[in-house]
């Protein structure tokens, strides 16, 4: 047998492995997206049968009577707020450490490594004590500054790729007479473009399914995230499956979409940082 028809064999092999693992994984995604467009009856009958009598009576009733479309504008702007703001000061900091090389650069470094270290959970009395004195409780400006604590992980993201980067360019650019934000903006920016594409992605779906921050320092109704609405469902919708499965796929719409339209910046951003230098 030659190497070309084993290669081909192989390849063969391996995908449809991939096929078959990827349609286990759908099976849930699928149970719950069909029963959205049943009763509670016809999901009892045939949970995984196709729905002989599709309805949207789910959705439009989900839609009229939670406050989900409340919830979804609660949470754009936490995320696409609280995701800005790490990833800039993630950048910023990354591009600190690799132009002002030295022993308090390094000690600052070592020291931001701690909070891989330290448990999140032990963090959680500090954090609310913290909140409650600057009267951030139960407000969304109070999630984002907490969610601020992201820009360690986009920090160590970004400083690695960054000092895969030709450092004559930033001597270059001094010698023109570039200040150092003009070097960021300018020079640095585009070519981390790659990094910053996959951070922010994976940023984004960490802040947008996060349960335990909002469940810990939202009460009102008005201010919870969508990820909450499905949490109060599961008690509110006990013996109704097909509701609580309908807001849950309002809720996955969103993230989903998004990872679809991104799913190529975050290859690209991957393979980038892993051949950088």
């Not at 640095?188 to 947008?208: A, D, K, N, Q």
Request: hydrophobic residues 55%; positive net charge.
């Amino acid at each position: 047998m030659s190497m070309t028809r084993r290669e081909r064999i192989r390849s063969a092999i391996r995908s449809v492995l991939v096929i078959a693992a990827a349609l286990i994984c759908a099976v849930p995604l699928y149970v719950v997206v069909i029963n959205t467009f049943k009763n509670s009856g016809d999901m009892a009958a045939d949970p995984f049968g196709l729905p002989m009598h599709p309805t949207l009576e789910n959705y439009l009733y989900t839609l009229e009577n939670l406050p989900v479309v409340q919830a979804t504008v609660n949470t754009v702007i936490v995320t696409v707020v609280g995701v800005a703001f790490m990833v800039v000061i993630g950048a910023l900091a990354a591009y600190g450490m690799v132009t002002r090389r030295s022993r308090l650069t390094a000690g600052i470094g070592a020291f931001l490594m701690l909070s891989f270290v330290i448990p999140g959970q032990t963090l959680l009395i500090p954090q609310y004590k913290m909140e409650a004195r600057l009267g951030l409780v139960d407000s969304l400006l109070g999630l984002i500054v907490l969610y601020l604590g992201g820009a360690t992980f986009c920090y160590f993201l970004i400083v690695q790729y960054m000092r895969g980067l030709p450092r004559e360019l930033f001597e270059a650019a001094r010698l023109d007479g570039a200040g150092p934000l003009r070097i960021f903006r300018t020079i640095v920016l585009p070519l981390i473009r790659p990094i910053l594409t996959t951070v922010v992605v994976f940023e984004t779906m960490w802040t947008w399914n996060d349960f335990m921050t909002p469940n810990i320092y939202i009460s009102s109704t008005e201010k919870q995230t969508l990820v909450l609405q499905v949490f109060n469902a599961m008690g509110q919708f006990s013996t109704n499956w097909p509701l609580f499965m309908t807001i849950t796929t309002i809720a996955l719409i969103p993230v989903f979409v998004f990872f679809i339209l991104c799913q190529k910046w975050i290859v690209a951003g991957l393979v980038a940082g892993s051949v950088k230098g």
